[in-house]
């Protein structure tokens, strides 16, 4: 299995709008619109429902078919919400089962942000938005913040027929509360709506009344996700203590004795944050 990982500075290089826009450039790995307007991923060509989408190493609950399975997961977040992105090309169903045989995009979230905001719009050929964010910094044991996207879909006209064209909306809220230096809860709540239309042109040759009449489907799309998440860090360490003889640096005959001289010296084996529990909920 080989690992690449896009840092905060070469996301920032590329002028990506979002998470789709980083990961098109990279080889082994394809990025694909969906039917509606979400985008599929798949890593060496093994299909959408064997590459894995992570984030901060936790599942997504929810896009468990083929057809649906991470259509979503691009669109909801904002790359000022990204530390970095890891992509481990090979089979990983040793770790994370069979829907990683193709491979595994974990994407880190920035933790412990300033106090801040930030607001943005972008404009392209299919799409424009509106994008932001409110960050309330350490409080207390508290730190919050809040993002959101706005995001409308142009309608464009292919031969009488239209793609899906219209609003998406797309909030998120995280908290973390660190009750000591190793005990902390990770919670958050993201919501997004899409209401999405498509045009057809009718065929005044047809036989049927109702094929021969211009139609316009619309398409009514919510998903919200709860997480929680209970973290410890845990510090295992040794202690040496070494004994040894020295001269007494002070004269410049050698001493007849020796002073007995006790170092000691702590040393840390293990220093990490172990996530004790991790609960994903898309209804």
Same mark, same amino acid.
């Given at each position: 299995?080989?690992?690449?990982?896009?840092?905060?500075?070469?996301?920032?290089?590329?002028?990506?709008?979002?998470?789709?826009?980083?990961?098109?450039?990279?080889?082994?790995?394809?990025?694909?619109?969906?039917?509606?307007?979400?985008?599929?991923?798949?890593?060496?060509?093994?299909?959408?429902?064997?590459?894995?989408?992570?984030?901060?190493?936790?599942?997504?609950?929810?896009?468990?078919?083929?057809?649906?399975?991470?259509?979503?997961?691009?669109?909801?977040?904002?790359?000022?919400?990204?530390?970095?992105?890891?992509?481990?090309? +090979?089979?990983?169903?040793? &770790? #994370? $089962?069979?829907?990683?045989? %193709?491979? !595994?995009?974990?994407?880190?979230?920035?933790? @412990?942000?300033?106090?801040?905001?930030?607001?943005?719009?972008?404009?392209? +050929?299919?799409?424009?938005? &509106? #994008? $932001?964010?409110?960050?309330? %910094?350490? !409080?207390?044991?508290?730190?919050?913040?809040? @993002?959101?996207?706005?995001?409308?879909?142009?309608?464009?006209?292919?031969? +009488?027929?239209?793609?899906?064209?219209?609003?998406?909306?797309?909030?998120?809220?995280?908290?973390?509360?660190?009750?000591?230096?190793?005990?902390?809860?990770?919670?958050?709540?993201?919501?997004?709506?899409?209401?999405?239309?498509?045009?057809?042109?009718?065929?005044?040759?047809?036989?049927?009344?109702?094929?021969?009449?211009?139609?316009?489907?619309?398409?009514?799309?919510?998903?919200?996700?709860?997480?929680?998440?209970?973290?410890?860090?845990?510090?295992?360490?040794?202690?040496?203590?070494?004994?040894?003889?020295?001269?007494?640096?002070?004269?410049?005959?050698?001493?007849?004795?020796?002073?007995?001289?006790?170092?000691?010296?702590?040393?840390?084996?293990?220093?990490?944050?172990?996530?004790?529990?991790?609960?994903?909920?898309?209804?």
């Amino acid at each position: 299995m080989t690992t690449s990982v896009i840092k905060e500075e070469d996301i920032k290089k590329g002028g990506a709008y979002n998470v789709r826009d980083v990961l098109k450039p990279l080889t082994r790995l394809n990025v694909m619109e969906a039917g509606m307007t979400g985008n599929q991923v798949s890593i060496r060509g093994m299909g959408t429902s064997s590459t894995l989408i992570l984030i901060d190493g936790r599942r997504l609950a929810g896009e468990d078919s083929g057809s649906t399975m991470n259509v979503y997961e691009l669109n909801r977040m904002s790359l000022d919400e990204v530390e970095c992105i890891e992509v481990m090309r +090979g089979a990983g169903s040793g &770790l #994370y $089962g069979s829907n990683a045989m %193709g491979g !595994v995009i974990n994407i880190i979230i920035k933790k @412990n942000k300033k106090a801040g905001g930030y607001v943005g719009t972008w404009l392209g +050929g299919r799409e424009q938005a &509106l #994008y $932001g964010g409110v960050l309330t %910094g350490k !409080v207390g044991k508290l730190n919050l913040d809040v @993002n959101y996207n706005l995001t409308e879909v142009r309608k464009s006209d292919r031969d +009488g027929d239209s793609n899906m064209y219209g609003p998406r909306r797309y909030v998120d809220f995280k908290g973390r509360c660190q009750f000591d230096e190793t005990r902390g809860l990770s919670f958050g709540a993201s919501y997004m709506k899409e209401q999405y239309g498509s045009f057809s042109e009718g065929d005044p040759t047809a036989m049927s009344a109702s094929a021969r009449d211009d139609m316009t489907e619309w398409y009514d799309n919510n998903r919200q996700s709860y997480t929680t998440a209970i973290t410890a860090k845990m510090i295992m360490s040794s202690r040496t203590t070494t004994t040894a003889w020295a001269r007494n640096p002070e004269k410049r005959r050698p001493a007849s004795g020796g002073t007995l001289t006790t170092a000691s010296t702590k040393h840390t084996l293990l220093k990490q944050r172990i996530p004790i529990m991790s609960m994903s909920i898309i209804p």
